[in-house]
């Protein structure tokens, strides 16, 4: 069993930035590929980034793209999301999200078949 806490989250105008954190417990983090998700109110859950196990590859959807930053220290059991230019359309509540015997490549494009969740950190981007 593993349990993802997600911190950083909180209330930035367009443009700025916001890095949030994913704390992971259990001793097999380094062999979860993790992504980040985020749901707006009134809209389905969304992919918004993964990572595979040792770092090595990432992905991002193509409304985040070239300004969010996926990141894994396994030293600290710890996935970021490093998020610049952010956007009025970026607030949503963001959850962290890992996948038993996957991949990052798996884990783009729906949040369904995740094993485990976070319960959310909210950004919120004023105009």
């Known amino acids: 069993q593993v349990q993802l806490v997600e911190s950083g989250g909180g209330l930035v105008q367009a443009g700025g930035s916001l890095r949030l954190s994913c704390a992971a417990s259990g001793r097999t983090f380094s062999s979860y590929p993790m992504g980040w998700f985020r749901q707006a109110p009134g809209k389905e859950r969304e992919f918004v980034a993964a990572?595979?196990?040792?770092?090595?590859?990432?992905y991002y959807a193509d409304s985040v793209k070239g300004r969010f930053t996926i990141s894994r220290d396994n030293a600290k059991n710890t996935v970021y999301l490093q998020m610049n230019s952010l956007k009025p359309e970026d607030t949503a509540v963001y959850y962290c999200?890992?996948?038993?015997?996957?991949?990052?490549?798996?884990?783009?494009?729906?949040?369904?078949?995740?094993?485990?969740w976070g319960k959310g950190t909210l950004v919120t981007v004023s105009s």
């Open positions: 999200a890992a996948k038993r015997l996957s991949t990052a490549q798996a884990m783009r494009g729906s949040p369904d078949g995740m094993d485990y």
């Open positions: 990572i595979s196990w040792n770092g090595g590859t990432t």
